[in-house]
């Protein structure tokens, strides 16, 4: 094992904390050899299967690890949180069953059935008619004035180190991985699962992934400072919207990622329908760009051993019919 700066490793030891205390609540996801996408890139190709997890991805983690580090005074106001859908999922099942409540703010253009799955357990919906990046610093302004903690989906150590679990799972299902393909939005599971690797494999590359539609982080990484920039609609809603002033998972991206890809809407349609048809999967927006990520960057990791995070399955069927179209 190499040796970290103090910040990874500080992470890194809260994942394998988070490893162990976090079962059986939070399921270990299968790690699934694909014949079809190996043939066809020349890789060996495994995909880790967080579509499967509880609620459908792998926010279950973080939200789990979250609910578990709250003070007895912090669960019984409850917590405040924003999201597009799959975070809010997880938090308000996670608050379910530990009996904190749970108020989720989110954008008036989420999909409407993740918020009913949001409603389904309990949880609070307020919906702003603004941008996600908007929306998650006005929740975070009501839980101040609240006196509410206020948990980021991703700008939180709880919530990164209870994601790099899946990092920690890759190591035990797949030793001798050489690279990792993951979808990025605000950079809270890139972060997690970098640090378990660098801990627990070091060498094993990390290559983020974003839609060229929304790459507001992969821009603030080249630019080493964050920005802002205007995003186009993409199929991967879960990855859209700017990354908040300061946050934490900026630098640790800076210190993980080693490589960056942008992919295109239409190769994001592609590589949802490459899983539909071979896999019979139905993943959401944003574990295409991953996979899409690695269909495009092949030729990098010819005859190596590639996995492939299918962060989140698209509950939405319309939305996902109208996509392979």
């Known amino acids: 094992m190499s040796t970290l700066d103090d910040s990874l490793q500080s ?21 699934t050899h694909s014949a079809p996408l190996s043939a066809q890139t020349g890789c060996e190709i495994f995909l880790k299967c967080e579509h499967l997890q509880h609620t459908g991805s792998f926010k279950f ?18 917590v405040i949180t924003a999201s597009s859908g799959n975070h809010g999922q997880a938090l308000a099942l996670a608050g379910l069953r530990a009996g904190v409540p749970v108020t989720v703010y989110t954008t008036t253009h989420a999909s409407p059935l993740k918020l ?19 929306v998650e610093l006005e929740a975070a302004k009501q839980a101040q004035l609240q006196n509410t903690l206020f ?27 050489d690279a990792v393909f993951i979808a990025v939005g605000g950079g809270g599971l ?6 378990a690797l660098a801990h627990l494999k070091p060498g094993t590359e990390v290559i983020g992934c974003w839609p060229e539609n929304a790459p507001t982080l992969q821009r603030s990484l080249l630019a080493g400072e964050i920005i802002e920039m205007e995003e186009e609609d993409t199929l991967s809603d879960g990855t859209a919207g700017g990354i908040e002033p300061g946050s934490i998972t900026f630098p640790l991206c800076q210190k993980v990622v080693n490589k960056t890809v942008l992919v295109s809407e239409q190769e ?7 899983v539909a048809r071979y896999e019979r999967w139905m993943i959401e927006g944003a574990a295409g760009v991953a996979l899409a990520g690695a269909i495009k960057l092949a030729a990098d990791y010819q005859g190596k051993k590639v996995a492939v995070i299918l962060c989140g399955r698209n509950i939405l069927l319309e939305k996902f019919i109208g996509a392979i179209q």
Do not use: C, W
Not at 11 to 31: E, F, G, K
Not at 61 to 78: D, F, P, V, Y
Not at 151 to 172: C, F, K, M, R
């Open 190 to 195: 890139i972060s997690g699962v970098g640090a």
């Open 268 to 274: 994001i349609r592609d590589a949802m329908k490459i």
């Open 61 to 78: 983690r973080g939200a789990s690890n979250k609910i578990l580090a709250l003070t007895e005074e912090q669960r019984s106001k409850g």
């Open 11 to 31: 992470l890194a030891n809260a994942i394998v904390r988070a490893h162990q205390s976090l079962r059986p609540q939070v399921a270990v996801t299968a790690l």
């Open 151 to 177: 948990v980021s989906p991703y700008n939180d150590p709880d919530i990164i180190a209870g994601q790099g679990t899946i990092g920690a799972e890759l190591v035990e299902q797949l030793p001798d991985v």
């Open 116 to 134: 009913e799955a949001i409603r389904a357990f309990g949880a609070n919906v307020i919906s702003i008619d603004t941008d996600p990046l908007s």
